[in-house]
Each structure stands twice: as structure tokens, then as C-alpha cells.
């Protein structure tokens, strides 16, 4: 949904609500405190009264949208424009889409990336998996910069369903070894029902033990009929242009989060109820 949709569907602050409410309760607000379902409409505007717990509320009470005090449209527009941004947006950019200050549109993007985290089902069919290297580009005359695992980037660690949804988090470094990462493909993989591809890192080695397990070695091709890296290579292209084109670096507090953005962008990027769904999450409604 595009911002020009956003406009005509929800041209005021009552619209907003209303389909909030509709998203969140169709139709039968439910109390938040106490889950009480015998409520009434409050004498202020666009609350409502528990007769259970004797609290007033409104629908955006445990959501993302909560304590902001900013309109509910520019929150859509917000998720509207983060959603069609491919390779993101920076918070001073959507500070100025939306006429606010930078903290605001910096406080407004991190609430809507908690709202995309999601526990994806296992993995099956073909399977590729890969680590990726983020940071800034380093500077002129501090000396040689090793490229690839010699480098002082997080390292990031990712699995694509060949066709499917994508998952990546980040590493410690000490963590790319054949333990850990073997334990990795078991949380996200449904080993019995999958063949996962590799690079020929030797951290990948043990996977061999517990399920189907075909190599690339890139110093000899980069695919070999459908045994290649290529599907999560080119989502790491699409995360470094947006980190570096965007944002030019991100801390490693925040990592995971500008992650789970990327991965849910890519897992949705042909579903045309993205916008929903999303709206979904955001007041804690499964989708």
C-alpha cells in the first residue's frame, strides 16, 4: 500500500482508529489489562471503559503506537514507507517525509522493526546458507583491510529456502565454527526433509553428519546445475547496498533489528497485503 492509498482510506485520525480497532478486535474491543470483553464507550473520544477492571483504554494500549502522541496516519504512512522501501529508509529521510524530528522517525522505525520479528516454520527442499560481513568502509591510510572472515565486520550468519523466506541473525565471531553453526541449521532447518548448500568453509563440515550436504567451491565455479549460493548472495547484495546506501553503518546493538527488517521485507516482497499484515503484528495480532 503506497502513500497515496494510505491518504484516501484513511484521510483522518477517526478513520485510523476505527480500522485499528478492526484489525485488533473485529468488532469486540477487548480490554488489555484484564481481557475483559464487557466494556462500553468511554465519555472521551475513542476510548473505552472496562466494567471488569474499572480502567479506561484505547486500541493502541500495548501496541507500537503506544505513549507516542503522534498521529495514527503518519504511523501508517511510516509503515507504508518503510515497507516499499527496498533497500531501506534512513530516519533523517523519513524524518523529512514526515515532518518530524529525527529521534521521532529514528523511535518510529525501531517500533515497527519489533513489529516484523517473526518465528519463521523450518526450512525444507533446497537450502542455502552463507555468512556476510557488515560495516563501514574503512578509511584511507589506516592501513591493510583483510576482506572475507580476515576482517573486523560482524559477521552475519543467513538461510534461504531456494524460492522461499530468508532468515539472518548476527554472529559472534567465535561462533563460526562447525558447533555452532551445526546447531544453527538445526533450529531453522527441517533436516529430515531438506538438502542444504554451502560454500567450502570448512565451518560448514559437520552439517555432512545429520543431513544432505552439497559444496560449492567457488575458485571453481560459482554453480554447478542448482548447487549454488547464488539466492542468498544476491539478498546480501540488497543488505549491504541498503546499509552502506542508507544508513553507511549501523551498531551492532541494533543489528539484529535492521536484519529482521531486511529478511521480512524480502519474505513478503510479493504479498500484497504486506501493509496488513504488518498492522497486524503491530498490535500483537498474529497474521
Not at 115 to 125: C, I, S, V
Not at 140 to 154: C, E, L
Not at 191 to 196: E, G, R, S
Not at 205 to 216: C, G, N, Q, S, W
Request: net charge positive; with cysteine; glycine share 6%.
Amino acid at each position: 500500500m503506497n502513500i497515496v492509498t494510505i491518504y484516501e482510506k484513511f484521510p483522518t485520525e477517526a478513520d485510523c482508529i476505527r480500522h485499528l480497532e478492526d484489525v485488533r478486535w473485529r468488532g469486540t474491543p477487548v480490554c488489555p489489562y484484564c481481557k475483559s470483553t464487557r466494556t462500553t464507550a468511554a465519555k472521551k473520544e475513542h476510548r473505552h471503559h472496562c466494567n471488569g477492571c474499572n480502567t479506561t483504554f484505547s486500541v493502541t494500549v500495548d501496541t507500537i503506537f503506544h505513549h507516542t502522541h503522534l498521529d495514527l496516519q503518519k504511523w501508517f504512512l511510516a509503515i507504508s514507507l518503510v515497507l516499499n522501501a527496498k533497500k531501506d529508509m534512513a530516519a533523517r529521510q523519513l524524518a523529512r517525509d514526515l515532518k518530524v524530528n529525527k529521534n521521532t522517525a529514528w523511535y518510529m522505525g525501531m517500533r515497527i522493526r519489533n513489529a516484523m520479528f517473526e518465528q519463521p516454520e523450518l526450512m525444507r527442499g533446497i537450502v542455502e546458507m552463507d555468512e556476510c560481513y557488515i560495516g563501514g568502509k574503512p578509511r584511507k591510510g589506516t592501513g591493510p583491510h583483510k576482506r572475507g572472515r580476515g576482517t573486523s565486520k560482524v559477521p552475519v550468519v543467513g538461510m534461504i529456502e531456494r524460492g522461499g523466506k530468508i532468515v539472518a541473525k548476527p554472529v559472534d565471531k567465535s561462533k563460526l565454527n562447525q558447533e555452532s553453526l551445526a546447531k544453527f541449521v538445526r533450529e531453522t532447518v527441517d533436516i529430515d526433509n531438506a538438502m542444504l548448500i554451502t560454500d567450502e568453509y570448512s565451518g560448514y563440515l559437520r552439517i555432512k553428519t545429520f543431513m544432505p550436504h552439497a559444496v560449492i567451491n567457488h575458485q571453481v565455479s560459482y554453480a554447478d546445475g542448482e548447487i549454488h549460493t547464488n539466492s542468498i548472495e544476491g539478498f546480501w547484495g540488497l543488505l549491504k547496498r541498503g546499509i552502506i546506501g542508507q544508513y553507511h553503518k549501523v551498531s551492532v546493538r541494533h543489528l539484529h533489528q535492521y536484519l529482521t527488517e531486511f529478511c521480512y521485507r524480502y519474505n513478503y516482497r510479493n504479498n500484497p497485503a504486506i501493509f496488513e499484515r504488518t498492522l497486524a503484528r503491530a498490535v500483537g495480532v498474529a497474521a
